[in-house]
C-alpha cells in the first residue's frame, strides 16, 4: 500500500520550485494560485534567498503549492493513505479531495499570516533534539517551559518556547540528547503562542465546504485516519496550537500495511523518518523532477499486490 506525505515548513530551500515549473502547464498553474491568494508563489520559489523564504507567511503557501504540484506531475494515482506534517496536512486535504487546489492555497496563505502575527508577538523558534528517550526528553523540555511541538518518532522531538528557553535547552540537554539543531522556523508553532492564529484560522475555515476524504487521510492530533471533511479542517484549525504526532502517523501507516511512501516536493524530511521507523518501507523523496520516473515505478509496485489480491 502507498502513502503520499507532505512535508512541513523547514523543508523548503532557495530556488526549490525552479526546476517545476519546466513541466507543462506548470507555470500557468501556479500563476493562477499567485493571482488567487496575492502572493507571487514563482518569484519566491525560484529567486527569493533563505531569509525571505522563512517568512511564515511566504513558506507555507510555497510548500502546499509546490506539493500539490508535485503530486500532479505523478498523474492519475491513487494511494492507500495520505499526511502531511503540520501545515503539510492541508496539501494532503488537496491530495484527499477535502479541498479543492484553490481552496486549500486560500486557507494556507490566511494559516501563514495567521501565524506570522501570532509569532512577531514574542520572540519564539523551534529546534530539534536528536537522540534520547522521548519520555525523559518530554519531561525535561516540561521543566524548561518547552513544548514538545513535534513527536516526531525515530528518536526526534521537537522543542518550541522563547529564544531564551531554547538557549537554555542547548546549555542543558536532555540526558541521551547528541544534539539540539535550531530549526529554519520562525516561530513556535504548535504551541499556546498561536493561540491567536487558531482564532484568525476558525474564521476563514467558515468559508469552506470540504468533502469528505476520498482516501484514508491520517491526522496529525493523534494519528487517527479522519472520515469525514469536517472533521479534518476542524483539525487543521486546532492543530496551529497543538503538538504534532507524526509519530502516532506512522504507527498507522504500519496498521494500514504501508508498503511503499512516497513524500511530495521538497521531499526529504519525512523520508529520513520514515526509514528510521518504518523498516523494510520503501521510501522515495520528491526533490525535483528528475525524481519523477523513479516515483511512479514504486507506486506502480505498491499498486501490484492489490491488484493481484483482487484478481485471486
Known sequence: ??????????????????????????????????????LDLARYGTQADADEIRDTAVAQPLLVAAGILSAAALGDIVPGAVAGHSVGEITAAAFAGV?????????????????????????TGM?????????????????????????????????????????????????????????KVAGAFHTHHMASAVDALAKAAEALTPADPKVAYVSNKDGKAVATGAEIVARLVGQVANPVRWDLCMETFKELGVTALVEVC??????GLAKRALPGVKTLALKTPDDLDAARELIAEAAAPAADAAGA
Open 99 to 123: 479541498l479543492d487546489d484553490t481552496d486549500a492555497l486560500a486557507l494556507v496563505r490566511k494559516r501563514g499570516l495567521a501565524m506570522a502575527e501570532a509569532a512577531a508577538v514574542t520572540e
Open 1 to 38: 500500500m502507498l502513502v503520499l506525505v507532505a512535508p512541513g515548513q523547514g523543508a523548503q530551500t532557495p530556488g526549490f520550485l525552479t526546476p517545476w515549473l519546466e513541466l507543462p502547464g506548470a507555470a500557468d498553474r501556479v500563476a493562477a494560485w499567485s493571482d488567487a491568494i496575492g
Open 266 to 271: 521538497p521531499g526529504g524530511t519525512l523520508t
Open 127 to 183: 529546534s530539534a533534539l536528536l537522540g534520547g528517550d522521548p519520555e525523559v526528553s518530554v519531561a525535561h523540555l516540561e521543566k524548561l517551559g518547552l513544548t514538545p511541538a513535534n513527536v516526531n518518532g525515530a528518536g526526534q522531538i521537537v522543542a518550541a518556547g522563547t529564544l531564551e528557553q531554547l538557549a537554555a535547552l542547548i546549555e542543558d540537554k536532555p540526558e541521551g540528547v547528541r544534539k539540539v539543531v535550531p530549526l
